[in-house]
C-alpha cells in the first residue's frame, strides 16, 4: 500500500485519537469519563500497529514522527500510575513495611549494633569515668545539657519553645538526619555508619553524663515515651543505608545495576517508612513527652508500652497465619 | 555512539524514543525550583513571624517539605515536572518511558544528598558527564531519567507536484532518500537544493532546478500521489 493511501485510510482515527490524548493529559479526570476513553487501550494498539507497519514499509518521516509522536503520548496516558488511595498508604504501613523490615533484618541488625554498642559503652563509661564528657562535648554544651533536664527547669527536655515549635524542630532534625543517614550509605556505607555509631556515641555520652550528675530522673523520664519509635526509626533507616553500600560493594549474583535499583527501591520504601514513624516520635516528643505532670507510672508505663508496640509490630506486622487446612 | 536518545521496546513491540537531558537543562530547572523554594519560603516567613514560637515550628515543617518533598509530590501529581521542569521542559519517567511513581521518585531525590556532596552538585556533574543518558547517581538508583519534553519536528509535507515515476527500480533505502530530501526541500536554499539534486544528475538526467523539481516529482510517485 502506498503512502497516500495509507494516511487517508487512517488519518481520521489518528486525528481524534490525538484530541483526546491532548485533552487527557490536561484535563484528565473529565477525558477519563468521555466514552472514548474506554476505546482508548485497543486504539492505541492499533496506532502501535500502524507505527509498526509504517516503519516496515518504509513511509516517510512525514508519517513515521507523526505516529511516533503519538505514541509515546499514548504510552504515557495508558502506563499513568494509579491515583493514589488512602488504603494503600494503610496497607504499607500496617503490613508492606514491617514485612520489608524483617526481609532486611540483616542489615538493620547491623545497624542496630552500631547505634547501641556504642550507646551502652558510653553510658557505662560515663559511670566509671565521668570526666570523659569533656572529650566529647565541650562545656557550654554539657551545661546546655545539664540546663535542658535540670530538675529545678518547669519545661525539661528543651531549651525554649512551645510544643508546636519544638514539633517543627523535632522533624525537620530529625527526620533529615534519617534521610541523610539512608543517603550516605550510598558512599560504600560509610556515611551510615558514622552517622550511627556518632549517634550512638552522642546519644550514650549525654545520657550516661546526666544519670552519673543525678539528673537522670527527669532524662529518662523525658526520653521513654518517644525512644521508642526515634531509635527505631533510625536503626532503620539506617539499615536501608547499609543495603546500599553493601550492594554497591557485593552485588551477590546479580549485576551490580540491577542490584543497586532493588535496593534503592527497598531502600526509599524503608527510608519512607522511617520518615512516618519518625513523624510519630516527633509527635510525642513535642506534646506528650514534655508534659511534667505526670506521675512516673504513667510516663514509663506508656514508655514501655510504645516499645513494646513497635517491637511487636514489627515483628508481627503483615506475618501471614500460619493456614490450619489447604486447598480453597 | 554520540546519541542521547534512549530506545525502549514497549509490550507493543514498538520503540519508545526517550530523549534525555543533559546536565545544562536540568542545572537551569534546579535553579528555577530553588529560586521559587527560596521565595515562597521567605513569604511564608512573614505572616509566620507574627504566630511566635508556634510560627518558628510552622515554618520549620514548611521548610521541611519544601525541602525533601517538593520535588516528589511535584514529579508525581504534575506528570512528573517541576515547576522549574515545567519551565525548561523537563520531565522525569521511569527507565520503561512510564510516568514516575512515588518510590522511584522518593528513592532519587533522597540520593540528592550524595549527588550534592562536593559544593553544588559535584558527583551528580560527573555522574550525568560519564552516563550515556545523563543519570546522576540518584537516577541511576531509582531506574529513571530525564527527558525533553518538546518532540522532535516530524517531516514536512511533500510539495504537490505531478507524479512521476522515475526510470529504475529504486531499492527501499534509496527511495526514502528521496522522498526525505522532498520533505525537506521547504528548510533548504535553493542553491543547496540544487547542489544536491545534482548529485542525482545519472537518474533524473538533469541538472538544476530542473534537476531538483525532478526529484520531487519522484518523491510524489513514491509516496503514491497520482
Known amino acids: 500500500m502506498k503512502q497516500e493511501r495509507f494516511v487517508a485510510l487512517h488519518r481520521q482515527e489518528w486525528d481524534s485519537l490525538q484530541a483526546w490524548l491532548g485533552s487527557a493529559e490536561l484535563r484528565s479526570r473529565e477525558a477519563m469519563r468521555s466514552t472514548q476513553a474506554l476505546a482508548f487501550p485497543a486504539l492505541y494498539r492499533r496506532l502501535c500497529h500502524h507505527l509498526a507497519l509504517a516503519r516496515a514499509r518504509g513511509y516517510s518521516r512525514e508519517v513515521t514522527d507523526r505516529l511516533q509522536n503519538l505514541v509515546q503520548q499514548g504510552h504515557r496516558v495508558l502506563y499513568r500510575p494509579p491515583a493514589p488511595r488512602w488504603h494503600r498508604v494503610a496497607m504499607f504501613l500496617v503490613a508492606d513495611f514491617p514485612r520489608m523490615v524483617r526481609a532486611e533484618w540483616r542489615c538493620i541488625a547491623l545497624a542496630a549494633v552500631l547505634l547501641y554498642v556504642p550507646m551502652l559503652f558510653c553510658l557505662v563509661l560515663m559511670q566509671l569515668k565521668p570526666e570523659l564528657a569533656h572529650s566529647v562535648f565541650g562545656s557550654a554544651q554539657l551545661a546546655e545539657f545539664e540546663k535542658m533536664y535540670d530538675p529545678a527547669n518547669a519545661s525539661i527536655g528543651r531549651s525554649s519553645g512551645s510544643d508546636l515549635g519544638m514539633f517543627g524542630h523535632y522533624v525537620m532534625n530529625n527526620i533529615s538526619i534519617a534521610f541523610r543517614t539512608f543517603a550516605s550509605g550510598l558512599l560504600l556505607g560509610v556515611g551510615a555508619v558514622y552517622v550511627m555509631t556518632t549517634n550512638g556515641v552522642i546519644i550514650g555520652t549525654v545520657a550516661g553524663h546526666l544519670t552519673g550528675m543525678g539528673f537522670g530522673h527527669p532524662f529518662w523520664r523525658f526520653v521513654v515515651g518517644h525512644s521508642s519509635f526515634e531509635l527505631t526509626a533510625l536503626v532503620i533507616s539506617g539499615g536501608a543505608g547499609l543495603r546500599l553500600g553493601l550492594t554497591l560493594l557485593a552485588p551477590g549474583r546479580q549485576r551490580r545495576g540491577p542490584a543497586m535499583v532493588m535496593a534503592g527501591w527497598v531502600g526509599a520504601q524503608l527510608a519512607l517508612g522511617a520518615f512516618a514513624m519518625l513523624l510519630m516520635a516527633a509527635f510525642i516528643e513535642a506534646f506528650w513527652s514534655s508534659i511534667a505532670s505526670l506521675p512516673d507510672l504513667v510516663k514509663f508505663g506508656s514508655g514501655a508500652l510504645l516499645w513494646l508496640l513497635v517491637l511487636g509490630w514489627l515483628w508481627r506486622g503483615g506475618a501471614e497465619r500460619v493456614r490450619h487446612s489447604d486447598g480453597a | ?226
Open chain 2, 1 to 226: 555512539m554520540l546519541d542521547t536518545v534512549r530506545q525502549f521496546e514497549t509490550p507493543e513491540g514498538i520503540f519508545l524514543r526517550l530523549r534525555s537531558a543533559g546536565a545544562l537543562p536540568r542545572a537551569q530547572a534546579w535553579s528555577i525550583d530553588f529560586v521559587i523554594r527560596v521565595l515562597v519560603c521567605w513569604m511564608g516567613m512573614i505572616p509566620l513571624a507574627f504566630l511566635g514560637q508556634a510560627g518558628v515550628g510552622i515554618g520549620m515543617l514548611v521548610m521541611f517539605v519544601l525541602m525533601w518533598f517538593y520535588p516528589v509530590v511535584c514529579e508525581v501529581f504534575f506528570h512528573g515536572q517541576t515547576l522549574g521542569k515545567r519551565a525548561i521542559g523537563l520531565r522525569v519517567v521511569n527507565a520503561d518511558g512510564t510516568p514516575v511513581t512515588w518510590v522511584p521518585s522518593m528513592a532519587r531525590n533522597l540520593l540528592r544528598v550524595v549527588d550534592m556532596l562536593p559544593g553544588v552538585y559535584g558527583v551528580g556533574l560527573v555522574s550525568t558527564l560519564i552516563d550515556p543518558y545523563g543519570r546522576r547517581l540518584g537516577d541511576i538508583i531509582a531506574g529513571t531519567m530525564v527527558i525533553h519534553t518538546s518532540e522532535l519536528p516530524s517531516g514536512n509535507h511533500v510539495p504537490v507536484l505531478a507524479a512521476e515515476r522515475p526510470p529504475l527500480d529504486l531499492a527501499a533505502d534509496e527511495q526514502a532518500v528521496i522522498v526525505d530530501f522532498a520533505e525537506r526541500c521547504a528548510q533548504l536554499t535553493p542553491q543547496r537544493q540544487q547542489e544536491l539534486a545534482n548529485l542525482l544528475d545519472p537518474l533524473t538526467g538533469q541538472t538544476g532546478e530542473a534537476g531538483a523539481r525532478q526529484l520531487v516529482a519522484y518523491a510524489n510517485w513514491l509516496i503514491g500521489r497520482p
